[in-house]
């Protein structure tokens, strides 16, 4: 055990005693065991897609997951399929949240063929030194989204395809190499500690305060923070692996998936639909911008975003707690914020009384526009773990001249209007996350005869924050129409 797991368990044991008994499948050894036992005969409980898909990322060890919702045989036919893209530090279960709750089940209905991507790190997408079982409880769905292998499985329902696509188009089947876990570094111990160690008091002076103010058993947060700090402890292991940015899912992650989709679905122009939210809009914004750029083909028949700009700078968004991390030395002590572990312990204080941090609902969903329990769902399902150094270069859009790449040198926003696609730009009235005006800001930057801009929400109500353009209880009677009409407008080959 290295000093870092060591003092790890020391910040959970000093806060809550001693830890819960772990399985004896965590150790890197036996977790290699079950990865060679285990059964793919079925898609994880967590996939509620027709079909699991698996797509290898060239020159990386990363495999992303793609769920897959195939249009019934009624449902009108379509020229190009469709790829959702999700918001950072999240997976598709955003797009699936329930029956009644699914933009992905309603655009297949609609006939598109309708395909939602993980980026890595996200949801199901899986690295070849990953070897975790997919477990249903919120903090494993949250930290642990890797499935324990990965075999060819063919069935009506719930099909696993664990084949990879070359840029050429060429379909390989692949074995996954057993390889050791990854070591963390030594160079970052003292850092990741300390920050460790100062979210642990700063969570428990929380818990502590509001278990004074409210004679209320708070066992199941103390449970869910033992455990999120278990699932972190155990991601250590790999945590230098998470050292990607947002270039690394525009120039790898993005067309390896786009190649995949087009491979398979076989439109006859080779291009797709695309809907981005949030983050998934700015990487479909900015692949425009550098096809543009290039003078080259994106493969996009037409795109809509919902809630996405290159550039925050004129609105007030609440993403701009995201500066502090522009300090690199700051970023560098933690490589990784594991977004999922935080919303999982904080969400009960902001779900029950005294309500001490009630406005994190408002930066997902405005007043009565979500049933409680699926926001719940929502919270501890869809959020994951990310590297800082994406953070770190989504800040750049807080600054003059907006998003830019890694290098600081190319600004996605100065080239936006010379992409010839249809763009569909969304917002919501209350989405605070990203604004009307920030929303627009890239909009107003679009030739007007390819732009379609809409803003959702009425002063009397229904009002749209950040997630309910996708997912609130009025999206399905107001804003898919919206998109399927234009999708509708743009589907001729």
């Not at 036992?37 to 990322?57: F, G, I, K, M």
């Not at 002063?459 to 353009?469: E, T």
Request: charged fraction near 20%.
């Amino acid at each position: 055990m290295t000093p870092l797991h060591s003092d790890l368990r020391a910040i959970a044991r000093f806060s809550f005693g001693p830890l819960p008994r772990r399985s004896l499948l965590r150790s890197p050894a036996l977790l290699r065991q079950a990865s060679r036992s285990s059964s793919t005969t079925d898609t994880p409980s967590v996939c509620t897609a027709d079909e699991l898909h698996y797509v290898r990322v060239p020159n990386s060890d990363w495999k992303l997951a793609l769920w897959r919702y195939l249009p019934p045989a009624d449902a009108p036919k379509r020229n190009h399929p469709l790829l959702l893209l999700s918001g950072v530090g999240t997976n598709a279960i955003g797009y699936d949240l329930s029956p009644d709750s699914s933009f992905a089940r309603h655009m297949c209905a609609q006939g598109f063929d309708t395909w939602t991507m993980e980026v890595r790190g996200a949801g199901l997408s899986t690295r070849v030194v990953d070897f975790k079982d997919i477990s249903t409880t919120p903090t494993s769905n949250l930290l642990s989204e890797n499935l324990a292998s990965h075999k060819n499985y063919d069935g009506q329902q719930g099909v696993i395809a664990s084949q990879t696509q070359s840029f050429s188009g060429q379909d390989s089947s692949e074995t996954l190499t057993k390889r050791d876990l990854i070591p963390v570094s030594e160079d970052n111990n003292s850092g990741i500690v300390s920050q460790l160690r100062d979210l642990s008091r700063r969570l428990l002076d929380i818990i502590e305060e509001s278990q004074k103010m409210v004679p209320l058993p708070f066992t199941t947060l103390r449970e869910r923070f033992v455990s999120t700090i278990e699932e972190f402890h155990d991601r250590l292991d790999v945590i230098d692996s998470y050292d990607w940015d947002l270039d690394d899912y525009l120039e790898d992650d993005l067309p390896a998936v786009i190649n995949y989709v087009r491979g398979h679905s076989r439109p006859r122009d080779g291009k797709l639909h695309a809907v981005g939210h949030s983050m998934g809009g700015i990487l479909l914004y900015a692949i425009l911008s550098k096809c543009g750029f290039e003078r080259e083909d994106s493969g996009f028949a037409s795109i809509a975003t919902l809630g996405s700009s290159l550039d925050y700078t004129s609105s007030r968004s609440s993403l701009k707690w995201l500066l502090p991390l522009a300090n690199p030395a700051q970023a560098f002590k933690v490589p990784v914020i594991p977004l999922g572990g935080l919303m999982a312990v904080t969400f009960p204080l902001a779900a029950r009384p005294p309500y001490f941090m009630s406005w994190l609902n408002s930066q997902i969903s405005a007043h009565d526009m979500m049933e409680p329990e699926l926001l719940e769902k929502l919270v501890l399902n869809n959020f994951c773990t990310v590297p800082s150094k994406l953070l770190l270069q989504l800040t750049t859009a807080f600054y003059d001249g907006g998003l830019r790449d890694r290098s600081g040198s190319f600004l996605y926003k100065d080239h936006i209007a010379k992409s010839n696609v249809p763009i569909l730009a969304i917002a919501g009235d209350q989405d605070l996350v990203c604004p009307p005006e920030a929303v627009y800001e890239t909009a107003k930057l679009i030739p007007p005869h390819l732009l379609k801009y809409k803003v959702f929400g009425e002063p009397g109500g229904p009002h749209y924050a950040h997630y309910d353009i996708v997912g609130g209880r009025m999206a399905a009677v107001q804003v898919y129409p919206c998109i399927v009409d234009f999708f509708n407008q743009h589907d001729y080959v």
